[in-house]
């Protein structure tokens, strides 16, 4: 039986309310674009000259090539959404 009283009251509250459109405006979601920096890791390579010495002990020069990882900064566009009034 309380069950049953509960649900009466909680229907009553939804099926007695008065949303916004009935009032004469309606709430519209705007969609604006706004452009900001992220950083994107990137993998660039580049050469070292290292010294080696073979079974003699005699120096030799070697080119090497290595990679390191910068971030670079790349322009985005994101959406921002705001909900404005509408009077119409």
């Known amino acids: 039986m309380k069950k049953f ?3 009466a009251a ?3 509250l939804f099926t007695g309310s008065a949303s916004a459109t009935e009032y004469g405006h309606e709430y519209k979601k ?3 674009y706004k452009t900001v920096t992220v950083y994107v890791e990137k993998q660039v390579p580049y050469t070292v000259n290292v010294v080696k010495y073979d079974s003699y002990g005699h120096p030799y020069t070697v080119t090497v090539t290595k ?3 910068i971030q670079v ?3 985005k566009q994101v959406p921002v959404y705001s909900h404005g009034r509408s009077y119409e």
């Open 30 to 32: 705007a969609v604006t």
């Open 73 to 75: 900064p790349v322009q």
């Open 10 to 12: 909680v229907l009553a």
């Open 67 to 69: 990679h390191k990882i």
């Open 5 to 7: 009283i509960i649900l």
